[in-house]
């Protein structure tokens, strides 16, 4: 039976009005979650987005960040919602907003930060680019264990309203709820006795239609209750770390196995039954391909048969990005940065929202095992990182300040 991997609420939040917009949360959450609770559903975390960084989120500027980050969150904390999302640093925002998120990180241990790396309307900047991969190889060094990238990602051509932790955050205006949904489950039953990709992909269109059915005139009642906003469903079919809980293992059940051909099939042939179910959507509405969060994909990760590259290439018919990405501590800048650049070529030019959570881990090569005390994660290696083959001061190869810092990939017109 799928889960609600969390209620996310969405809201504008400044100082001044902090207490009682978190108060108010707190009270619809808890509310929420009695009545989701009702349906036989479980609900795994209560959480809140706010706008990005430079809407008013902190009116004296980015060095009154990290404060304000600690205070939400311990607001957040008081009224039992587990996880605070702060909205992402722009493309036009002051780059200090960057250089302030690794202090965030230092003193809470349960908010999220994101960086914007490319935009419809401005493109890809090369600066951003670069500064985001330093912030991630920064940011893996706070803690030995290196897990404190799990709260960073970097985003590109992520509108607002998805409910999936990092890429969450509020548009503006009144404030709206949406569901996160973890039903990788649903897929395992799907496929397990599926002989024909017709029935496949009946079978789970049918699954998550039963789910929503019963969800949807819960969230719609609360939404009239309380006076906020019914943003819908993100069904992307999230993972927990066992194997009946494996979207990864899911897809091999449709018959090609990560390692080999075939497995571009078998996740359009999945996205195309999530798109087929009726339901209000929100967020990415994908695959969610985490490798540690997927007890299947990290152990094809384990057996050397899964690469950043194969995880790209299923991005561009059905993922959400690049998450959860265990890479050698020495990884280096540039190679986080061209990881980066494809991730947000992909999203402009197949217009579809991506992320990527890259995490270098301190002391580890490829090959070296991984285990993890922390219940969201399966044991794993460490996955060979690119080497960086990007020419400095070559077109693509601009690390600091230019006029032609910014440039456009526009989408395939569509005939």
Known sequence: MPKIRSITT??????????????????????????????????????????????????DGPESVPQLAAEFFALCQSQNINYLSLGPVRLQDDPRYIEVIGEIFRRTSGVFAT??????????????????????????????????NLYLAALA?????SPFFPVAYHGAGPAQFALAIQAADIAV?????????AVARERLIGAIQSTVDQLVPVAEALAEKHGIG?????FSLA???????????????????????????????????????????????????PILEDSVLAARAAEGRLTVNDLLLLSAVCGTGLDCIPLPGEVGIAALHDILLDVAALALRLDKPLTARLMPFPEKQAGDMLEFE??????????AGPVSTTR????????????????????????
């Open 115 to 148: 960086v914007s790396i490319a935009e419809p309307d401005q493109g890809i900047s090369l600066l951003r680019l670069w500064q985001t991969a330093v912030l991630i190889d920064r940011v893996s060094r706070i803690t030995p264990d290196g897990m404190t």
């Open 230 to 234: 019914f943003g819908g469903f993100d």
């Open 239 to 289: 993972p927990y770390p066992v194997d009946a809980e494996s979207l990864g293992g899911a897809l091999e059940a449709l018959g090609p196995s990560f390692g080999g051909a075939g497995l571009v099939a078998s996740a359009a042939l999945v996205m195309n039954a999530v798109e087929s179910a009726n339901f209000p959507r929100a967020g990415f509405c994908g695959l969610m391909l």
């Open 374 to 383: 922390f219940e969201f994660f399966a044991g794993s290696r460490v996955l």
């Open 10 to 59: 969405f809201v504008d939040l400044t100082p001044d009005v902090a207490d009682a917009t978190i108060a108010r949360m707190g009270a619809f959450l808890e509310d929420a979650s009695q009545a989701f609770a009702k349906t036989g559903y479980q609900i795994q975390t209560r959480r809140m987005a706010t706008q990005p960084f430079s809407s008013g989120l902190a009116p």
């Open 392 to 415: 400095p001061n070559s077109a693509l190869g601009q690390t600091g300040p230019s006029p032609e810092d910014l440039f456009q990939i526009k989408p395939r017109p569509k005939r």
């Open 189 to 197: 039953w799907a496929f397990s006795k599926a002989a024909t990709p």
């Open 157 to 161: 051509n992520c509108p607002p309203g």
